[in-house]
C-alpha cells in the first residue's frame, strides 16, 4: 500500500493539468445537459409566453445563470415558435425545423462564466485537499467537507460579479464604455458590495451543496474501489459516486434553490426594467412567505427535473475529470519512465 501511494505521488499531476482536466470536464458537461435545459425553456415559452424584462433560470449543468428576457425584432432563440407536444417531440421538430445547433442556444455566453468558474473550483478542490491530507491525514473525512466548502466559496466570490456585468450586457446592448459607466455609477451609488448582489442565497445554495456533495462522492468512491478492487477509480465508478452524491445534495439544498431563483430573477427583472429595487429580503423571510404561500412542499418545488439535471451533469462533470487526471498521471510516468531510460543509456 506504501509504495501505491508514493508511486502515485511520483507522477502527482500539475495545478495546470488539473485546471486542463476541468476544463476539458465543463466542455463536456455542458455540451452534454444544455440541449434538455434549452428543450425545457422552449416548451415553457410555449405554455407561458416571457414578457420583455422577465427573468428565467438557464442552465448548462455546471451552474445556473439568470437569463433577462429581451424584446426585439429578430426573435430570440427561447422565444422561437413551437408547437411541442412534449420533451422527446421538442427535440424532433427542433433538429428537423431549426438544425440541431439550435440545442446547443445560449451557450456561449455561459460557457464564458462556466469553464473558469469549473477550473477555480475543482482545482482549488484538489490543491486544498493535497494540503489538508498534509496536516491532518488521508482518512480523515473531514478533508472533503472542508475542502469543498472553501473551494466553492471563492470560486462563487469571483464569479459573482461577473454574472452581474454579463447579464447587464445581456439585457441589453451596451458598449464597453456605457458597461463601465454602469458599474461606476452602481458603486457610488449603492457600494462595492453591490457587484455580488445575489452572493448570499448563492452561498447558502452551493456551499452546503459542496460540502456534501464531496463528502459521500470520495466515501462512494473508496466503497466501490474496495469492492471492485480497483487502485484508482475508472470511470464507471466516478459515474455512479458523482451521480449518487449529486442526487443527495441537490435534494438537501433544494429549499435555497428554491430561494435562490426567487431572489435572483427579481433583482434582475427590477435592474432591466430600471424599477427602484425593494429593500432586499433575507433568505428566512422568502423562505416563509414560500411556506405560507404554498405549504412546506413549496420549498421542494421542482425537485423532479433538478435531480433529472443535476444527477448526470455531477456525474459527466466528476468521471471526466477523473478520467482527465488520470490520462496525465499516465502521461508523467512515461515521461518520467523516458527520461530514466534515457539518462541510463
Not at 445560449?106 to 460557457?111: A, F, N, Q, R
Not at 484508482?232 to 445534495?249: K, L, Q, R, Y
Not at 433544494?254 to 426594467?273: A, G, N, R, S
Not at 433568505?283 to 425537485?303: Q, S, Y
Request: net charge positive; charged share 20%.
Amino acid at each position: 500500500m506504501g509504495s501505491e501511494e508514493n508511486t502515485k505521488e511520483l507522477y502527482k499531476i500539475t495545478p495546470t493539468q488539473q485546471a486542463i482536466a476541468s476544463c476539458c470536464g465543463a466542455i463536456v458537461t455542458s455540451l452534454l445537459v444544455t440541449p434538455f435545459d434549452v428543450v425545457k425553456i422552449r416548451l415553457q415559452a410555449q405554455s407561458n409566453s416571457f414578457a420583455n424584462g422577465k427573468c428565467f433560470v438557464y442552465s448548462n449543468g455546471l451552474m445556473d445563470h439568470v437569463y433577462v428576457c429581451e424584446d426585439q425584432n429578430s426573435k430570440p432563440w427561447y422565444k422561437k415558435p413551437g408547437h411541442f407536444r412534449g420533451m422527446l417531440d421538442a427535440f424532433v421538430k427542433i433538429i428537423k425545423i431549426e438544425g440541431i445547433k439550435s440545442l446547443w442556444s445560449g451557450l456561449p455566453p455561459t460557457l464564458i462564466m462556466a469553464v473558469p468558474s469549473t477550473v477555480i473550483y475543482f482545482t482549488s478542490y484538489d490543491q486544498l485537499s493535497e494540503v489538508l491530507i498534509s496536516k491532518l491525514g488521508k482518512d480523515n473525512d473531514h478533508i472533503p467537507v472542508l475542502a469543498g466548502s472553501i473551494s466553492r466559496l471563492g470560486s462563487l466570490t469571483v464569479i459573482s460579479p461577473l454574472e452581474l456585468i454579463r447579464t447587464k450586457m445581456q439585457s441589453r446592448q451596451l458598449s464597453y464604455k456605457q458597461l463601465r459607466i454602469y458599474i461606476n455609477n452602481t458603486v457610488a451609488k449603492d457600494g462595492w458590495r453591490s457587484l455580488w448582489r445575489g452572493w448570499s442565497p448563492t452561498v447558502l445554495r452551493d456551499v452546503p451543496f459542496s460540502a456534501m456533495y464531496w463528502y459521500h462522492y470520495e466515501l462512494m468512491k473508496k466503497q466501490l474501489c474496495k469492492t471492485f478492487d480497483a487502485h484508482e477509480p475508472t470511470f464507471m465508478i466516478s459515474f455512479t459516486s458523482g451521480a449518487a452524491a449529486g442526487s443527495i445534495a441537490a435534494t438537501v439544498t433544494l429549499p435555497f434553490d428554491v430561494v435562490k431563483t426567487h431572489k435572483q430573477t427579481e433583482i434582475w427583472e427590477y435592474e432591466t426594467l430600471n424599477l427602484s429595487q425593494k429593500r432586499s429580503t433575507s433568505t428566512w423571510t422568502v423562505m416563509k412567505k414560500i411556506v405560507a404561500e404554498h405549504g412546506f412542499t413549496g420549498l421542494f418545488a421542482g425537485i423532479v427535473p433538478r435531480l433529472i439535471k443535476v444527477a448526470p451533469a455531477c456525474a459527466i462533470m466528476i468521471s471526466t475529470y477523473e478520467y482527465g487526471k488520470s490520462f496525465f498521471r499516465k502521461l508523467n510516468k512515461q515521461k518520467i519512465h523516458k527520461a530514466i531510460n534515457s539518462h541510463s543509456s
